[in-house]
């Protein structure tokens, strides 16, 4: 019987990250400071993050090594196992081969602890005894909360309010790992006490806690602020799955036609095809399609323009060359809430941008019923925000079975839907709206982009 | 660096379970129908079971194969690793070695599918087209759903009402893999309209939905019964477990001195222990301590008296010679919902009386702190059920603290604790109970044993 799951034993798990700004043809534009628009430097960044964070941020090595005590934890579930979907193929009765790789078996359920452990890790060895940091839904604040538990740091987390309340599930997880965790805007910085002086009934939002999150850090000795999508030093983390996923690939002798991955901030899918990206920058593989999947409701790489924007809908972060609908931009409420940013990692943007990888939107109805369809063959429940390159390789393959082709598509299995299985319950009852691109919306949130 | 995960390949799932009736010194005693109190033969259970079930279940070879399409369905998830928990040990300061394997990667996150594929499987092939079972918070039952949704079978499940109500999610994932899912007690059983008649706002039993479920079974064409614990066939399936355990441990060189396991109705540590325990029928390994772990807030195997009783409140299962608490028993509303039945495994229970197995109990708050102590130093977040073993587990950890042995301890981590961390939550708020056993409402039951 032919194998399914390719595994690596633990020895096998990469030592150094890939970093892929060492194989650009041309450098990144720098970031801006928000406030004098000039290119940040190491010391505006120190306050937030330790230096070797910041080091790796604006590195140009080609390999940087992944500390042994990092190693060390990734190993309490990594090498992930990539998968061959055979039970999936065989459903959509599609010449193509169907694979991905599991980030789901790690404790907090995602790709989300590959940068959480390295970042938790780094400020330790800095002296750092506390962490900051903002959340959504969750996945980043239980990931973080994890990392810091296992290199003993202190955890704060500003969670959204509307889903500190209504999603109460992560919030314990994250308590479970010793976080604590606060729902946002608080009375606890300045900017949340301003909020809340404003409006007392304020249910918050993502801007809002990230700005708590670094006054927090800002403010106080020891601590500092930990972002988990978006940046440079995230997307390398990240790589260790993509450097995995080749040696697993190289195993049975397959390299991929297609890559699909869903893309929110783009950590996850940088991660597992940077490495692969590298080598069709070397001109290796010029065939591979890379192709990132995103929500019709929030379409940066598909509708958005390329242009300086900050990152967040206060403009206290740097601003940085990205795809962008607008830092005002608010998407409607669809469940990949993970999926809702208006920018997108300027890397990844930039190789988009260059005509290295691609990107395909997608409505959330068709998305859940790929993830249902996928649920019903291979088994695993995935996350909302996994559901949309699920789609995506699945209507690859239903090409293929159209044009008889054996091609080799891969998707990023970025984690479990454990705790957004409402979700699907609204998709199962009809319950799902397919939000059209909110072009008037989108509009108007350009007008308001810095001008560079 | 020492390896954390003892992993298997594929080829070396098993190829057959192991039968532990065939090294029993005496045979186990018969069931007794509910009725005539005569032995149950084979032709009782057909309305109920497929026949090749039913011969498993009276099965004395020692060996039955695993058929190919199990363990084809097996490999989405098998061979499960076998963690060394390193550094938990490190947290304790102890000289012993703790080992467990993690069954929580299955795609309904315990060691359930284990029998529910089988199950699917051999009712496909006797052309039985529909099961019915009953369910309580839904680890049984949203593991018959995935197994009958990979055999393309139909599945009708029974959940107690109050579960249906308060704990949606698992409702929810039995739903994604295709069953249906109703709210015991129904109007779609006789069973169901006699108790909504006489009380229209009954909010169920696990009782109630058994006697449903069978009546569905045995009264529609094509629809068989399926059940998730106690039975021998049940504990047979599960032996895939433990018999990787053993290979994994010979790869390793180590044999274990002390095995842990939860056991509600015993299936998963049967499975576990019952290769290790037929060792010990042979008198291999006379000094390997093998423990059953349970709440004290229902004790069966501590408390219980060995004694012929019914399976189900009912008192339409058959009769089985076991530990029991009594039919009639209601434990307190422990959070371990798995772990609330009056009696357990036959098999399991003839072990313990003959001396090969031991049992211990357990009070709610330090199982909570066991299993809080264990997801911050490995991570992951077990399952209340099997918070009780990991607890189980430490304790002999730290008694060899004392001790300076350097005992090798094992421990059945029989699943993720997703869908229960409002029960962590009610331990981390102190609103969880230590329910003291409760010896009138046992006395009491006692008395409506059934005279044999």
């Known amino acids: 019987m032919e194998q399914i799951k390719i595994l690596l034993d633990e020895n ?58 990092v190693r060390d934890v990734y190993r309490l579930w990594r090498p992930t196992p990539l998968y061959r979907a055979k039970r999936l193929e065989e459903k959509l009765n599609t010449p193509a081969k169907i694979y991905y790789k599991w980030e789901g078996v790690s404790p907090p359920g995602s790709h989300k602890p590959n940068t ?6 780094y400020n ?19 990931a973080l909360a994890f990392g810091t538990c296992l290199f003993d740091l ?47 009934e304020c249910t918050g939002s993502l801007g809002i806690a990230i700005s708590e999150a670094t006054e927090d850090a800002v403010t106080h000795e020891g601590t500092k602020y930990s972002l988990g999508s978006v940046l440079n030093h995230v997307l390398l983390h990240q790589t260790v799955e993509g450097l995995e996923l080749k040696k697993q690939f190289e195993q049975i002798d397959v390299y991929p036609d297609y890559m699909f991955g869903c893309v929110g901030g783009g950590s996850n899918f940088a991660g597992q095809c940077f490495p692969f990206v590298g080598d069709k920058l070397k001109g290796e593989n010029p065939d591979l399609q890379v192709i990132s999947c995103e929500p019709t409701a929030c379409p940066t790489l598909t509708k958005g323009i390329y242009a300086y924007d900050y990152g967040d809908t206060a403009m206290l972060q740097p601003i940085a060359l990205m795809y962008t609908l607008g830092h005002d931009f608010v998407p409607p409420p669809i469940h990949a809430g993970g999926l809702r940013y208006h920018g997108d990692a300027p890397l990844l943007c930039k190789l988009t941008y260059e005509g290295y990888m691609g990107a395909v939107a997608y409505h959330q109805n068709p998305v859940f019923e790929a993830a249902t369809l996928f649920a019903q063959t291979e088994g695993f429940v995935v996350a909302p925000e996994t559901a949309h390159c699920v789609k995506a390789a699945i209507d690859e393959a239903r090409r293929c079975k159209e044009t008889g082709e054996e091609k080799i598509i891969f998707f990023a299995n970025s984690g479990h839907g454990h705790f957004d299985l ?8 009809g319950k799902l709206v397919d939000y059209e ?14 001008k560079i």
Not at 437 to 450: G, M, N
């Open 154 to 200: 202190d955890c704060t987390i500003y969670m959204v309010k509307i889903s500190y309340e209504q999603k109460p599930y992560r919030r314990i997880l994250m308590e479970i790992w010793g976080a604590e965790v606060f729902p946002s805007p608080t009375k606890r910085t300045n900017v949340g006490k301003k909020i809340l002086e404003k409006d007392p």
């Open 12 to 69: 096998e798990i990469p030592k150094q990250w890939y970093n892929i700004q060492a194989d650009l043809p041309t450098p990144p534009k720098p970031y801006l400071h928000p406030a004098t628009k000039e290119p940040v430097k190491a010391e505006d960044m120190a306050p937030v993050f330790p230096m070797e964070l910041i080091k790796q941020e604006m590195s140009t090595e080609r390999w940087i090594p992944i500390p042994e005590e």
């Open 437 to 450: 691109y909110p072009i008037d919306l989108v509009k108007q949130s350009l007008e308001k982009l810095p």
């Open 124 to 142: 330790m060895k800095e002296g750092v005894e506390r962490l900051a940091t903002e959340t959504g839904a969750g996945q980043w604040g239980s």
């Open 116 to 121: 959480a452990v390295a970042q938790a890790y």
């Open 422 to 429: 409402a979700a699907y319950d609204a998709y199962h009852n």
